[in-house]
């Protein structure tokens, strides 16, 4: 095979036209080879591997720069750059993570995994570059909807300006994580079907030349039009026109269901089930269906990742004009939902946690301090959401409930949340924010309150006496095991509360508690700095109140199993027990 000859990318520039079209099919079997027994981001891939084998043909890396945007399209990269293994060997599946990672390899510059950055930081590069007098081509690779992120747009707007070496490959293959939206998705297809030679030129208004490639997955004509502009002197754009997917037919008639896959069999493009069962996606989809059915002010909204509330694209089509996607720009869309709430409509916009990072200002500044009742379902925002460095889910806490006149919730089972949901759509007070419930769908048989207006006001779920433990969202049912193993131990009986309100102190439930408890444990599924627990021990400050805070760590984690991340923080009942006894 080639691929046993390929230990750098010096190696492939020793190829021929037809050796490199070998290589591309010898790649995909690679990926094919850890994507269907591991999963990630399969059409990403497999539509990129013509490009990334011309890139590393025509550019010197690393002295030639790449920064791939999302970094969710490296994987070709990687196996041209010395990692080749961890695609045709299974042993060595653990050697590389999903994104692009500087501990790996001399070859990566960030470690990238949230849309829309390359611009920007490859910017970043290309000016130190020109400030110490050095030389070499710096490439920006983005694609898969990211040009709608606003940070691209920024980002290529200054690029404009450097009046050096920048080059930025827009692969365009149609599609963003779902399909496109944006009027600038628009000039791409009018650029697409006049072979770039459209008179409205989105990059060419913006002050960056401008190349074409109609066929992204041709390796000759990218190889052309890559040595055209290598060691060019001002920033220009290479259009290339990419299939998502390519080579892999299930991927490529069925783009979005294979922008990210777990495991499969390549054979039938099958996978193997995997849990079963109530999914809060496909709950949350079904409730919002029908109270838009019943109230045409009920908007449902998302940017780019509607499955994430189970929008399937029969979903978003049944749902019409009260469905929101905004792509990849989730600022525009916290601020959009505001507009919405100030004028009589009822939006509910959820992403994921790590994705919210990205609108602190919208939230603080469009949402909050107007007080628009717009509904935020912050989802995978947990220690048993996403595990990757770049999409961690255990900041949102710390980061959010510190926002005036954000009411922060976290429910604890499936009732609660859908009663807080309700609640959340049909009030006129406040802006809302719900963490969606991460480890697994649990019921209740007790009934739930229905109305959340009496802000901060937790809820006593089993009265007891000189222990009590506040057990916020997801951690719950860990302090329902505490109170069990406590009782059992001792004897006595723990009170146990549930929260609900992240972002307040019920400070009449906490005065009445120092009458006959002489301890207090909170626990917390984010990161202690900052967070819940901070809360509580401020309160007690003063006292003779014994508060023990459990949580998680402040640090960034990568790739890990949730067991031992638990272990590691002491979040398990015997080890809480065995700390406070």
Not at 169 to 195: F, P, T
Not at 261 to 284: A, I, K, N, R, W
Request: charged fraction near 20%; glycine fraction near 8%; charge should be negative.
């Amino acid at each position: 095979m080639l691929i046993d000859s390929i230990n750098s990318p010096t190696d492939i520039k020793k190829l021929d036209t037809e050796q490199l079209t070998a290589l591309a099919v010898e790649i995909r079997k690679g990926l094919m080879n850890r994507l269907s027994k591991r999963g990630g981001h399969l059409g990403p891939n497999f539509g990129m591997v013509e490009a990334t084998i011309a890139l590393h043909y025509v550019f010197d890396s690393p002295r030639d720069k790449f920064v791939f945007d999302v970094s969710h399209q490296c994987y070709t990269h990687k196996i041209l750059t010395g990692r080749k293994r961890a695609f045709f060997d299974d042993a060595h599946f653990e050697d590389i993570s999903g994104y692009t990672n500087p501990e790996e390899s001399e070859h990566d510059f960030f470690n990238v995994g949230h849309t829309s950055t390359s611009v920007s930081l490859a910017c970043g590069l290309a000016k130190s570059r020109d400030l110490k007098g050095e030389s070499g081509n710096v490439i920006a690779i983005i694609g898969d909807g990211s040009l709608s992120g606003g940070e691209a747009l920024e980002g290529m707007d200054y690029a404009a300006e450097l009046g050096s070496n920048f080059i930025i490959v827009v692969n365009d293959n149609d599609m963003s994580i779902a399909e496109n939206h944006g009027g600038l998705y628009k000039n791409l297809k009018a650029l697409r079907d006049s072979d770039g030679k459209a008179e409205c030129n989105l990059f060419r208004a913006m002050g960056l030349d401008y190349r074409f490639v109609a066929d992204g997955n041709d390796t000759a004509q990218l190889i052309a039009a890559f040595s055209e502009v290598k060691d060019i002197d001002h920033p220009t754009v290479v259009h290339i026109v990419t299939k998502k997917g390519k080579g892999y037919a299930p991927a490529e008639t069925e783009k979005e269901n294979w922008h990210w896959h777990m495991p499969f069999d390549p054979e039938s493009g099958h996978s193997p089930q995997f849990g079963g069962g109530e999914d809060y996606g496909d709950l949350t989809c079904d409730y919002l269906m029908k109270k838009m059915k019943n109230d045409p002010r009920v908007v449902a909204m998302a940017a780019a990742v509607p499955v994430c509330i189970g929008f399937t694209p029969e979903k978003r089509a049944e749902a019409g004009r009260q469905f929101i996607d905004v792509g990849i720009a989730e600022e525009h869309a916290v601020a959009m939902a505001s507009g919405l709430a100030k004028n009589g409509c009822k939006p509910v916009f959820a992403t994921h946690s790590s994705f919210f990072q990205r609108t602190y200002d919208q939230i603080s500044q469009d949402l909050c301090i107007n007080s628009n009742p717009a509904t935020l379902l912050v989802n995978t925002a947990s220690v048993y959401g996403m595990h990757d460095i770049t999409h961690l889910g255990i900041f949102d806490i710390a980061m959010m409930s510190n926002i005036p006149n954000l009411v922060y919730l976290a429910p604890t089972n499936c009732e609660e949340y859908f009663a807080m949901l309700e609640w959340s759509i049909e009030q006129n007070s406040y802006p809302v924010a719900i963490r969606i419930p991460c480890n697994g769908v649990h019921h209740t048989y007790s009934p739930v309150d229905t109305d959340y207006s009496a802000l901060n006001r937790y809820k006593v779920t089993q009265q007891g006496s000189k222990t009590a433990i506040l057990a916020l969202g997801d951690f719950y049912q860990l302090g329902e095991e505490l109170a069990a193993l406590i009782a059992e131990k001792t004897g006595i009986v723990p009170t146990l509360i549930n929260p609900r309100y992240i972002t307040g102190v019920d400070e009449t439930l906490l005065g009445q508690l120092t009458e006959d408890h002489d301890t207090v444990i909170t626990l917390e599924d984010g990161i202690l700095d900052g967070g819940f627990g901070g809360k509580i021990a401020g309160f007690y400050g003063p006292s003779k109140m014994k508060v023990c805070n459990y949580g998680l760590k402040k640090e960034f984690l990568d790739r890990y199993a949730v067991e031992d991340v638990l272990k590691a923080n002491h979040l398990t009942a015997e080890q809480i027990y065995s700390d406070i006894s």
